[in-house]
């Protein structure tokens, strides 16, 4: 049962990280910018409030996010996947699963191996770890690196719905301040 929520919120991940990787690499045909800004001082905001009836929830982007829905049929009943992923100076992505009534799961089991299964499928390397209740719901906070990037990331447990909030930061730019207004920003509404 613990590879139904892992494995769903770890296609999340690989969403996001293969966008970061598409949208870092360098255009050869443009010019060198000699004016390009300190990679420690991103200066772009998050100006979008991003609000999702069907999920509940308000997040802070910096753009409109790309949508992407995912129904998959499983041993424990059939769950549909939600991403939303935009770019700005860093990859920012929430998503969600809605499963099946009748698949139980173990709660904190379930967010510990989100966590342990992301950082191996990613090939990356835990940096800290901490359980929380926030707003009232469950979650589990960690941030991991991989050679290139910096990836934080949280899962709350709102009732029976897994959400993932992730960031993933090119490794030497500073976009603290960015990643702590998106974490921050997100609310639930539970009506």
């Known amino acids: 049962m613990k590879r139904c929520l892992a494995v769903s919120l770890l296609l999340l991940t690989i969403c996001a990280l293969a966008y970061s990787q598409e949208h870092s690499q360098p255009n050869a045909s443009a010019p060198p910018n000699k004016s390009a800004p300190n990679k420690s001082a991103p200066s772009e905001q998050l100006a979008t409030t991003f609000n999702s009836e069907l999920g509940r929830f308000s997040i802070l982007m ?4 790309t949508e992407s829905i995912s129904k998959t049929d499983s041993e424990h009943g059939p769950y549909t996947s939600y991403t939303y992923i935009a770019k700005g100076q860093s990859v920012y992505a929430i998503g969600w699963v809605d499963y ?3 698949f139980n799961f173990n709660r904190i089991g379930e967010l510990e191996a989100n966590r342990d299964n992301l950082i191996k ?6 940096v800290s770890t901490k359980t929380l209740t926030l707003d009232g719901y469950q979650a589990i906070e960690f941030t991991a690196e991989t050679s290139e990037q910096s990836l934080k990331s949280r899962v709350y447990l709102v009732g029976r719905r897994p959400y993932q909030l992730l960031t993933v930061t090119k490794k030497g730019l500073d976009d603290s301040n960015n990643t702590d207004r998106f974490f921050a920003s997100f609310k639930i509404r539970t009506q």
Do not use: E, N, Q, S
């Not at 910096?62 to 996010?65: A, G, I, M, Q, R």
């Not at 499928?121 to 835990?126: E, F, I, M, N, V």
């Open 121 to 126: 499928g990613l090939k990356a390397t835990l």
């Open 100 to 102: 099946d009534p009748t």
């Open 62 to 65: 910096p753009t409109t996010p």
